[in-house]
């Protein structure tokens, strides 16, 4: 028994070295139209899907994407490890119909919402997706986006739905 509990200590105190808190950080949340972790009914023959990231920002508005004159990169996103209450905010967020020009993300849509978050952040634990930190799209009638992560996920504490052009 003692041996267990020192085990457990041990990996506790590997936890609590590796993981920030931030407060209050700006930004958006890009939510796939499907992630396996919420969306999956049982019974059903689907891939995994794509994992939801939050990407940090000070100001953003969702229809600079819709503009197709623009090539637009997001940088330093981190992969979302779980959000409670997915569903809501994804009904709060702006639908945005997309192609896959990176054949990597592989729905014809996603969704973003500005929002003021609270989490908890360290080395993330699953790969790339699609082995690289990278995917692209390009919005119908729209922008060509690029979005950019870092190998890290975060558990949210807070999320705060922003207005859209969140200062």
């Known amino acids: 028994m003692k041996f267990i509990s020192i085990i457990f200590l041990i990996s506790l105190q590997g936890i609590s070295q590796d993981t920030t808190l931030i407060e209050k950080q700006k930004g958006f ?4 139209s499907y992630n396996y972790q919420y969306d999956w009914k049982g019974g059903e023959s689907k891939p995994l899907g794509f994992h939801d990231f939050f990407y940090p920002v ?31 905010l994804k009904n709060k967020a702006r639908v945005i119909p997309c192609s896959d020009t990176s054949k990597c993300y592989e729905f014809y849509r996603f969704f973003v919402l500005p929002v003021l978050i609270d989490y908890k952040i360290s080395e993330d634990y ?39 052009n969140c200062k």
């Open 58 to 88: 000070s100001d953003f508005h969702s229809k600079i994407m819709l503009d197709s004159n623009l090539k637009i990169e997001f940088k330093n996103g981190v992969r979302v490890d779980f959000i409670n209450g997915r569903d809501l």
């Open 29 to 32: 949340l890009f939510l796939t």
């Open 126 to 164: 699953e790969p790339y997706v699609c082995r690289r930190n990278f995917y692209e799209l390009q919005v119908d009638n729209g922008a060509v986006l690029r979005f950019e992560y870092l190998h890290k996920a975060i558990v949210p504490i807070k999320i705060t739905p922003l207005s859209e």
